[in-house]
C-alpha cells in the first residue's frame, strides 16, 4: 500500500530545507509544491501530460512519476488558500502528516515582507537580492497574516495524527534526527540510511535582525499610542 504524506505549513518555515532533507533519505518520494497554481503547469509537463490533463490525471502520474521505490509519496501545502484548494482537488488522502513551524514568528514575517517586496522567495547561492526598506507597516501585516495561519493549522491538525516541526530547534539544530523522526512517524524503515549531506543554504544577514529590534521598538510605541488614545 503506498504511504502518501503531506506537509502543510505558512511561507518563510523552511520547507524547501525539509523537502531536500526527506528527499536525500531516498525513501520519501519527491515532495515539492505540486499544489502551487503558478507551478502546476511545469509539473505536468515534467511528468510527460498535456495541459489539458484534468486534475485526477495529474495526481496518478504523480503517484507513478514521483514515488520512491517503496511506495512513498510527498507533497508540500504552502499557505491557507490557493493551494489548498488545489491539494484538494487532487483528493490526494494522506496517510500520514508532517506540520513545519517556525518559533521565532517576527523573524519569519521579516522574511516573508523582504520575499514579497523582491518577489524572490527561493534563493540560489548566486541570487543578488535587492535592499528592501523597513517598513512597520508591513511588516506588521505579515506577522498578522502568519498568526492566521498558525490558527487555521492548529485547528486543522486537532484531529490529525500528525509529527510536528521547528525550522530553529528541528530543522537547523538537528536535521538528521528530524530527517529520522519523519521516517519512524511514517513507518519508514530507517536501516542504512544514506549519510546526510548538508542540504540547501541558510540565508541569514543582520539586516533581517536589525528590522527585528526596530520593529519590536515600535510595535511597544504604537502600543503605548493606543493605550494614550
Not at 88 to 103: A, Q, S, Y
Not at 215 to 222: F, G, H, M, R, S
Request: charge should be negative.
Amino acid at each position: 500500500m503506498k504511504k502518501k504524506y503531506a506537509i502543510r505549513c505558512g511561507s518563510r518555515t523552511g520547507s524547501t530545507l525539509l523537502c531536500e532533507l526527506l528527499r536525500s533519505t531516498n525513501r520519501c518520494g519527491q515532495p515539492q509544491e505540486y499544489a502551487n497554481p503558478e507551478l502546476v503547469s511545469d509539473y505536468v509537463r515534467e511528468v510527460g501530460l498535456d495541459q489539458s490533463a484534468g486534475i485526477a490525471e495529474y495526481r496518478n502520474k504523480l503517484f507513478n512519476k514521483k514515488s520512491t521505490e517503496n511506495e512513498v509519496f510527498g507533497i508540500k501545502v504552502v499557505g491557507t488558500t490557493a493551494q489548498t484548494d488545489i491539494f484538494n482537488e487532487m483528493d490526494i488522502k494522506p496517510t500520514h502528516w508532517i506540520r513545519l513551524h517556525r518559533e521565532d514568528k517576527i523573524l519569519q514575517a521579516i522574511s516573508r515582507f523582504k520575499a514579497w517586496k523582491t518577489n524572490i522567495w527561493h534563493r540560489g547561492t548566486k541570487t543578488k537580492v535587492p535592499l528592501v526598506t523597513y517598513s512597520f507597516n508591513d511588516i506588521d501585516w505579515c506577522l498578522r497574516e502568519i498568526e492566521k495561519e498558525e490558527a487555521y493549522f492548529d485547528e486543522f491538525f486537532k484531529d490529525k495524527d500528525h509529527i510536528s516541526i521547528s525550522y530553529e530547534l528541528d530543522l537547523l539544530e538537528e536535521p538528521e534526527q528530524t530527517a529520522t523522526a519523519c521516517l519512524v512517524h511514517m513507518g519508514i524503515s530507517i536501516d542504512e540510511l544514506p549519510e546526510f549531506k548538508p542540504v540547501g543554504e541558510i540565508h541569514r544577514d543582520e539586516v533581517s535582525y536589525e528590522m527585528r529590534e526596530r520593529y519590536l521598538k515600535d510595535v511597544t510605541w504604537a502600543n503605548y499610542e493606543n493605550w494614550r488614545a
